[in-house]
């Protein structure tokens, strides 16, 4: 699955496993810039891409983030993890136009 967008949020987290080991990860969030309605995305960096995402993006890069998704469930439901696994910067080109353009259009 991916979305693309901007990249909002690098926000540094941790959580403690089943045997008692820190784990660090990163918690990004992504956000649409093409649509009208821009859908957004947390997702979770784990393990040795968490040093390398934090040398290569920034907050405000654009790109696609591709990721998965699972299910888990607990004993107090159903929640959804999504991992990622690839982020690629793009150049965001905006369509700007000039004063002098469209003039001609009949609308």
Request: net charge negative; glycine share 6%; charged share 30%.
């Amino acid at each position: 699955m991916k979305i693309t967008g901007k990249l909002d949020k690098i926000q540094d987290k941790e959580f403690t496993n089943k045997e008692g080991e820190k784990i660090a990860y990163l918690e990004i969030q992504v956000t649409e810039t093409e649509n009208q309605y821009p859908n957004s995305l947390v997702a979770n960096v784990f393990g040795d891409k968490v040093a390398n995402f934090k040398k290569f993006n920034n907050i405000g890069d654009y790109g696609t983030l591709q990721f998965n998704s699972r299910v888990k469930e607990s004993t107090r439901g159903a929640f959804n993890s999504i991992a990622v696994y690839r982020f690629d910067k793009e150049t965001q080109v905006q369509e700007t136009q000039t004063a002098d353009e469209g003039k001609d259009l009949p609308f």
